[in-house]
Every structure is written in C-alpha cells, then in structure tokens.
C-alpha cells in the first residue's frame, strides 16, 4: 500500500485523557464541579489548590476509584478511547492493573505492607498473568534500582523502610506495568523537606527518562513547579486558572492564584 494511502489511526491524534463536564457530589457537599481538560502524552499536569477544593475528589474519579455525578473521563486505553465512567467494570479493573497507576500520600493505603518489598512490586504483574517467578523476581530488583532503594532490601517488608522509601516503592510498583499513565496524590506531603527533594528528583528522573504522563495532585506549589508541565489551579471544586506552570506562579491572573502563590511565597 503507498504511503499516500496508509491508514492514520485516529487514535493517535486523540489526547490520552479527555476530562469532560465531570462533576461529583457527596449528597449535598460539593466535591468537584464541571471540570474540563485534557493530557497528552508525556505530559505532566500539575492540580494545585487549597484542602477541601477537590483535587482528591477529581483524581479519584480520573483514576476509576470513585463514580462521578456527571461527565466523562476518555481514555486511550490500549482497549480503545474509552469513557472510563461508563466501561463495564471487569474492563475497568484490567486497565487499571495494568494501563493506570495510583500512588497515594498514605503508603498504607497504596501498598501492602505485610509482603515483601519485591513481592510488592511482583503483584501487579502477576495480576497480569506473569507466572515466571526467577523473572518477576529480577524485573522488581531493577525497579527497586531504579527508583533508587538497594535491591538487597528486596525480601523485606515495607514497614522497615523508611516514609520517603516507601513512596519510592509505591512509585515502583505502579510503573512496573509501564502504564500509559500516573496520578499521584500530594506524593511528597507529610515527608522531610529533605526526603521531599530525594523523592521529587527520582521522580525528575522518571519523568524524563520514561516521558511519564501524569497528573500530580499537591497543595504545595513548589513540588508542583518542579515536577509539571501546565497546572490547573482548583477552587470550590472548580478548576479557576489553567496554564503553563512558570506562568501561572510567576504571573498569576485570578485573584485567588494570587493569594495562593503570595501566601505560599511569602518568607
Ligand atoms: P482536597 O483533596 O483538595 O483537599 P477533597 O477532594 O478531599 O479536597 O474534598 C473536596 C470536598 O469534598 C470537601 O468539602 C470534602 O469535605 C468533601 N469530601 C471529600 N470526600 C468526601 C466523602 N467521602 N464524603 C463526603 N464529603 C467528601
Ligand atoms: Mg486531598
């Protein structure tokens, strides 16, 4: 066939996401409210705003964790670009084992903390039918490598390791998949400055070295700077101000970036 005539996937030209009018109550409360946006590829989109303006709430509707009230969530999965809100659920679960990953603030939730560190990280492929145990055994010694914990701490369990490990191994353990996408929530809050800058700096790495896709959920807009490309500031649910992530910090437009970013920038 010449090239003239060579099919274009039209799949290839979609974004990887498509957030569309997603909205989520909780009864009466407000959780998140017409949120619109899109990722490509290699992207790494920033979510910042205060406690309580909905940044979980989003992810956890990005990530299929939780129903919207409205809207949809596209995505290019390797099933087709699939409305995640509205896929059956045997379909959901496989892609999330596999395609998506979610890493947590609170390591207790994101991993298990009786097995091994490597047994952690075996999990998911096994979930995707690796059977070859001398093989899950060396993938999740170099994923420990990689995200840079001694592989010899592959038989013990996380909870000897400490806060900042423990999200570096739940950071292994979601890519071993080499899902299409990642989306972390406030990854790096509740540890030492120090370990923070450890932790962003692999994740640095990562981002460059793997061309991640992510969404990063932080209050804190400095983890934000670092890591993402664009930022969504969030406010009442609602998305108020999009933008380029050097733009939106150095020169904000809403009044309430302004006071987000001089109240956080403020000695
Ligand atoms: P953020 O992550 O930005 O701190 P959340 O998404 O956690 O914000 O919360 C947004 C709003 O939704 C808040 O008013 C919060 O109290 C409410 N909310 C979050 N989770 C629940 C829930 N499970 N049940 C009821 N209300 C909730
Ligand atoms: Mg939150």
């Known amino acids: 066939m010449s090239n003239r005539h060579k099919k274009i996937n039209p799949r290839e030209k979609?974004?990887?996401?498509?957030?569309?009018?997603?909205?989520?109550?909780?009864?009466?409360?407000?959780?998140?409210?017409?949120?619109?946006f899109e990722l490509d590829k290699g992207e790494v989109i920033g979510i910042v705003g205060e406690s309580g303006s909905?940044?979980?709430?989003?992810?956890?509707?990005?990530?299929?964790?939780?129903?919207p009230t409205n809207g949809s969530v596209f995505f290019n999965s390797d099933q087709g670009?699939?409305?995640l809100c509205h896929t059956e659920e045997a379909v959901l679960r496989k892609i999330m084992r596999?395609?998506?990953?979610?890493?947590?603030?609170n390591s207790v939730e994101g991993l298990r903390m009786n097995i091994s560190a490597g047994g952690n990280i075996g999990e998911r492929l096994l979930a995707n039918g690796m059977r070859n145990y001398s093989q899950i055994r060396k993938i999740a010694e170099g994923w420990l490598e990689t995200v840079e914990i001694d592989s010899a701490r592959m038989d013990d369990l996380p909870t000897t390791f400490s806060g900042g490990m423990q999200q570096r191994l739940q950071i292994a353990a979601n890519l071993v998949t080499d899902p299409k996408i990642i989306l972390m929530d406030e990854p790096t809050s509740g540890l030492d400055v120090s370990v923070q800058a450890k932790l962003i700096d692999v994740l640095k790495k990562l981002v460059n070295s793997l061309n991640l896709s992510m969404i990063l959920v932080t209050h804190d807009l400095a983890v934000a700077r670092l890591l993402s490309h664009r930022l969504h500031v969030m406010k009442d649910?609602?998305?108020?101000?999009?933008?380029l992530?050097?733009?939106?910090?150095?020169?904000?437009?809403e009044p309430y970036t302004q006071l987000l970013v001089?109240?956080?920038l403020k000695p």
């Open 14 to 36: 979609m974004p990887l996401l498509r957030v569309q009018n997603l909205s989520k109550f909780y009864g009466q409360t407000l959780g998140c409210h017409e949120v619109n």
């Open 245 to 253: 992530s050097d733009q939106i910090l150095d020169d904000p437009r």
């Open 54 to 67: 909905g940044k979980s709430t989003l992810l956890k509707c990005l990530a299929g964790k939780i129903p």
């Open 262 to 264: 001089s109240s956080i």
């Open 98 to 105: 596999s395609q998506t990953g979610f890493v947590t603030q």
């Open 237 to 243: 649910g609602k998305i108020v101000e999009s933008g």
């Open 81 to 83: 670009f699939l409305d």
